[in-house]
T-cell receptor, first 113, second 114 residues
Framework: AQSVSQHNHHVILSEAASLELGCNYS??????LFWYVQYPGQHLQLLLK????DPLVKGIKGFEAEFIKSKFSFNLRKPSVQWSDTAEYFC???????????WGLGTSLAVNP | DAGVTQSPTHLIKTRGQQVTLRCSPK?????VSWYQQALGQGPQFIFQ???????QRGNFPDRFSGHQFPNYSSELNVNALLLGDSALYLC?????????????FGPGTRLTVL
């Protein structure tokens, strides 16, 4: 069965620290990859997405992610986090012709000022 | 440009009751998907509607049913509520003919079953 795993469930960082959140998926075919963010009290918002082309994609608020097909990974990165990045981060995958998004369990990020 | 809207925002029901949740898609979108997000979990796909028909369904029992109207808005119905149905129910919309598959989410309806 197709699945998405996020390696870190809870991450605590200080401001200006670098961030990397891991995401791996299980599907051997074509995928569309997404990172969504859910700020406290707000709804899910798209951070960035990969469909094809350059495997390094840049999203909003200084986030980027790299698609490594050989590792079935799509890790999220940010060089310097801010307190306002405190949120829940979700990795999601569209696999092949499947119309549903398959989600990871999410990573809760807390950034201390 | 109106985004995805959902109603109500919160709902409290008792076991055995029935509930209807509503969703209006983002302007220009014709496809609506419903997800259940339990506390501390990622969203789980319930089903997707396109052209007023259920196009795909996740692993949810028949107690969960839906409908899409000609104006693309949608309803999620849950019968015979169980305590375990307590969750945030998310609606997402996209343009069904688009290659992007990017879904836009509403704020959700928080359902509590007592």
């Amino acid at each position: 069965a197709q699945s998405v795993s996020q390696h870190n469930h809870h991450v605590i960082l200080s401001e200006a620290a670098s961030l990397e959140l891991g995401c791996n998926y299980s599907y051997g075919g074509t995928v569309n990859l997404f990172w969504y963010v859910q700020y406290p009290g707000q709804h899910l918002q798209l951070l960035l997405k990969y469909f094809s082309g350059d495997p390094l994609v840049k999203g909003i608020k200084g986030f980027e992610a790299e698609f490594i097909k050989s590792k079935f990974s799509f890790n999220l990165r940010k060089p310097s986090v801010q307190w306002s990045d405190t949120a829940e981060y979700f990795c999601a995958v569209h696999a092949g012709n499947n119309r549903k998004l398959i989600w990871g369990l999410g990573t809760s990020l807390a950034v201390n000022p | 440009d109106a985004g995805v809207t959902q109603s109500p925002t919160h709902l409290i029901k008792t076991r055995g009751q029935q509930v209807t949740l509503r969703c209006s898609p983002k302007s220009g979108h014709d496809t609506v998907s419903w997800y259940q997000q339990a506390l501390g979990q990622g969203p789980q796909f319930i089903f997707q509607y396109y052209e007023e028909e259920e196009r795909q369904r996740g692993n949810f029992p028949d107690r969960f049913s839906g409908h899409q109207f000609p104006n693309y808005s949608s309803e999620l119905n849950v019968n015979a509520l169980l305590l375990g149905d307590s969750a945030l129910y998310l609606c997402a919309s996209n343009l069904g003919t688009s290659d992007s598959n990017e879904q836009f989410f509403g704020p959700g309806t928080r359902l509590t079953v007592l």
